[in-house]
């Protein structure tokens, strides 16, 4: 099964976050996001929503500009 780079936005009460994720699903994508903000805030946060940006094969040299 190929693999994605997914660009995923997470909502949360006082902040946003960007996050870049390599899977096989958008279902693994979205579980995978949650993991990820679990373990880099201290406690788990309340997530409004993830909202899938953009999806894109991970081939050689594919990736994201992030602006901030």
Known sequence: MPLYLYKLEAQMPDRQAVLVIL??????????????LSKHF?????IKEIVL??????????GYVIET
């Open 23 to 36: 899977a096989e699903t958008d279902l693994e994508a979205m579980e995978e996001a949650e993991v990820h």
């Open 42 to 46: 201290i406690g788990a946060p309340e």
């Open 53 to 62: 940006i953009e999806k894109r094969r991970a081939n050689k040299g594919a």
